[in-house]
């Protein structure tokens, strides 16, 4: 099942598994590089079911860091034009876009540079205040992030609408808002970083489903739309499963066509399970058999063998992959071979396909080679 096609509005995905967005982190001011055009065009021809774009920021203060990818104005866009027409011309992969703003969690360095806050007046690229639904910081220390007034909240709700027009240009196929991994939707629906005393505090999925509203509105009806939900934030008194299922409940009312199950990373003092193979899969699991949405799993998902059975088993309708694939872009070519099945290569590379090269017995010798077809 792992390779039956899936329908998501106008797209049917060709096979199960997805390329994760993933953060790249080298931007310049939001404006997409030639890294990103080497970078998407090798995941373009991995034989994706779909390849997720990395976190876009709406606004250049939702960025995580300086090197964040966004799409806000015309020349964000016009940058982001030339790489997916590239993308375009070789790889037939839908291209889905994950938008979001990074909250509290902005201003802060690359991970190469250690991540951590910058704070306001250091020397370089420095950095600026971030916004929140409350004023409490991630990690104690940090910059106080400003707590959103109607008018913030207007302008970021407008942003994240405003985003997804611009995708509408850029001929992208579907579009993700990004509520997971502590960002500002997950700040809005977690009791530990929403503490407001107004309506968006006592009911914390108020501002994340206006958002999703606005979103779904900017979004033409024939494309595909969903979100990446988390369902625990592995600290005392924090989102759990069931708050999972019910986010997602309200996300199909609005008229979302799946989520994607993560977990984690809302606060600096959490208490993360094992992390072995499939850990966060069972959260999929519980949203897959609680709401009637196709859903995503994620999280230490990297055999072939453990793939399908995610999917085989109806415990989510696919899988999605980052650093699997970054350590190995031709995984689905080999998960392939593991199933015994001859899927389409680019042209120039079909001649490297394990039933027309016969040194991919010896590339990757398995003890039985009926799995070599």
């Known amino acids: 099942m792992l390779f039956d096609p899936l329908p998501l509005r106008e797209i049917t995905l060709r096979n199960r598994i997805i390329v994760s967005p993933m953060c790249q982190y080298v931007a310049d001011h939001g404006k997409a590089t030639d890294w990103h055009l080497i970078h998407l065009g090798g995941l373009a021809l991995s034989g994706a079911g779909a390849l997720f774009i990395e976190a876009t920021a709406v606004e250049p203060t939702g960025r995580i860091t300086h090197g964040c990818l966004g799409l806000w104005d015309d020349a964000t866009e016009a940058a982001l034009a030339p790489v997916f027409g590239a993308v375009r011309r070789y790889s037939k992969t839908p291209l889905v876009m994950q938008i979001a703003h990074a909250g509290r969690k902005a201003s802060s360095r690359v991970p190469w540079e250690g991540g951590q806050m910058i704070a306001l007046g250091e020397g370089g690229e420095g950095g600026w205040v971030p916004d929140a639904p409350s004023a409490l910081p991630h990690k104690d220390g940090?910059?106080?992030?400003?707590?959103?007034?109607?008018?913030?909240?207007?302008?970021?709700?407008?942003?994240?609408?405003?985003?997804?027009?611009?995708?509408?240009?850029?001929?992208?196929?579907?579009?993700?808002?990004?509520?997971?991994?502590?960002?500002?939707?997950?700040?809005?629906?977690?009791?530990?970083?929403?503490?407001?005393?107004?309506?968006?505090?006592?009911?914390?999925?108020?501002?994340?489903?206006?958002?999703?509203?606005?979103?779904?509105?900017?979004?033409?009806?024939?494309?595909?739309?969903?979100?990446?939900?988390?369902?625990?934030?592995?600290?005392?008194?924090?989102?759990?499963?069931?708050?999972?299922?019910?986010?997602?409940?309200?996300?199909?009312?609005?008229?979302?066509?799946?989520?994607?199950?993560?977990?984690?990373?809302?606060?600096?003092?959490?208490?993360?399970?094992?992390?072995?193979?499939?850990?966060?899969?069972?959260?999929?699991?519980?949203?897959?058999?609680?709401?009637?949405?196709?859903?995503?799993?994620?999280?230490?998902?990297?055999?072939?063998?453990?793939?399908?059975?995610?999917?085989?088993?109806?415990?989510?309708?696919?899988?999605?992959?980052?650093?699997?694939?970054?350590?190995?872009?031709?995984?689905?070519?080999?998960?392939?071979?593991?199933?015994?099945?001859?899927?389409?290569?680019?042209?120039?590379?079909?001649?490297?396909?394990?039933?027309?090269w016969p040194g991919a017995k010896l590339a990757r010798p398995v003890e039985d080679e009926s799995q070599l077809g």
């Open 142 to 356: 940090e910059t106080i992030p400003r707590a959103l007034d109607p008018a913030g909240l207007r302008r970021i709700r407008e942003a994240f609408a405003a985003t997804a027009r611009r995708a509408v240009r850029l001929g992208v196929d579907g579009i993700e808002i990004h509520a997971a991994h502590g960002y500002l939707l997950h700040q809005f629906l977690s009791p530990l970083s929403n503490q407001r005393k107004d309506a968006y505090g006592t009911n914390r999925m108020k501002f994340p489903l206006e958002v999703a509203a606005a979103v779904r509105e900017a979004w033409p009806k024939d494309r595909a739309l969903g979100a990446r939900i988390s369902a625990h934030d592995f600290a005392d008194g924090g989102l759990g499963p069931d708050d999972a299922v019910a986010y997602a409940k309200e996300l199909k009312r609005v008229g979302f066509d799946y989520v994607c199950v993560s977990s984690a990373s809302l606060v600096a003092k959490q208490k993360l399970p094992p992390i072995v193979e499939g850990y966060q899969v069972p959260f999929a699991e519980k949203v897959k058999h609680g709401v009637d949405i196709k859903v995503r799993a994620v999280g230490m998902i990297a055999s072939p063998e453990y793939a399908e059975e995610v999917v085989e088993s109806g415990r989510a309708d696919m899988v999605a992959m980052a650093r699997a694939i970054l350590d190995n872009p031709r995984w689905i070519w080999h998960a392939a071979e593991r199933h015994g099945i001859k899927i389409d290569y680019p042209p120039s590379y079909a001649r490297s396909r394990f039933d027309l």
